[in-house]
């Protein structure tokens, strides 16, 4: 599916964008509220991410920007794609797929990235929705409420 953005690149995520969720990919997601991931189905097809039941909770995934990060951090240290590729025992197109952002790595590749460049790539995120009044219906909390909760929580 292609990005509802700039229509170049796979989506992968689906964000909220002024009250809309977009199917995009992780550059036009820029800092938008990530709703939902893309997965792999087994026959290897993209299916949407199911809904989220009644409940917060809270799954680590990569960070916004990770391939840049991971690119920035190698070249700082002055290591060569291939190199670092074989440091971590991975093969350097997977490598650099990953830092092209052309793939979506697994949070196990992404915590032997951050362990040996020193970074931070995996973060907890969390899905807060709320039971709505009408109908037993679930309601997705809007942008405003999060940001209000937000607010409240750091006034604590």
């Keep these: 599916m292609e ?4 229509g170049k690149r ?16 992780n550059y036009c997601a820029g800092d ?14 993209k299916e949407r991410p199911r809904e989220a039941r009644p409940r917060r909770r809270e799954e680590e ?6 391939g840049k990060k991971i690119r920035e951090a190698r070249e700082k240290i002055g ?15 997977y490598i ?3 830092e092209k952002e052309e793939t979506s790595p697994p949070i196990k590749v992404l915590r032997k990235i951050e362990k040996t460049l020193d970074i931070k790539l ?19 909390l809007t942008l405003l409420e999060l940001l209000e909760m937000e607010k409240e929580k750091k006034g604590k």
């Design 96 to 98: 650099d797929r990953i």
């Design 79 to 93: 290591m060569k794609l291939e190199g670092f590729a074989q440091r971590i025992n991975e093969m350097a197109s």
């Design 10 to 25: 796979e989506a992968s995520v689906v964000v909220v964008i002024e009250g809309a969720k977009l199917n995009v990919c």
């Design 32 to 45: 938008s509220k990530v709703v939902g991931r893309f997965g792999q189905s087994i026959g290897g097809s």
């Design 3 to 6: 990005c509802e953005i700039c």
């Design 122 to 140: 995996v973060e907890k995120v969390g899905a807060e929705i709320t039971p709505s009044h009408e109908k037993g219906k679930i309601k997705e």
């Design 61 to 66: 995934e990569a960070v916004l920007g990770y």
